[in-house]
């Protein structure tokens, strides 16, 4: 069963950062792709960043040059940065795995993450 942890969310005032950490149950070997998404109330989940086996990123324009994704070594863990955090940032940021051996995406429980002026 595949399971993901995230943690790392809080609140923050704006101009502050954040790490957010996301662990899969998965071997390296598997792992097509990992990302970070988000969702504020009343709005669609949007891909926040996310980083493929091969290690290619992908940001959304609105956090581009603020936020930075990373793995560990083992490749199983993924890391955002967040940095000069803004109050529309504030969302549930979801991790999301997908796999070689299933065409179904793989969600985190999500973490709050809250800017406050």
């Known amino acids: 069963q595949v399971q993901l942890v995230e943690s790392g969310g809080g609140l923050v005032q704006a101009g502050g950062s954040l790490r957010l950490s996301c662990a899969a149950s998965v071997s390296a070997v598997s792992i097509v792709t990992m990302g970070w998404y988000r969702q504020a109330p009343g709005k669609q989940r949007d891909l926040v960043a996310s980083i493929t086996r091969t290690g290619d990123t992908r940001y959304a324009d609105s956090v581009n040059g603020r936020f930075t994704i990373s793995r560990d070594n083992a490749k199983t863990t993924v890391f955002l940065q967040m940095d000069s955090l803004k109050p529309e940032d504030t969302a549930v940021y979801y991790c999301?795995?997908?796999?070689?051996?299933?065409?179904?995406?793989?969600w985190g429980q999500g973490t709050q993450v809250t800017v406050s002026l």
């Open positions: 999301k795995l997908n796999v070689i051996w299933s065409a179904s995406d793989y």
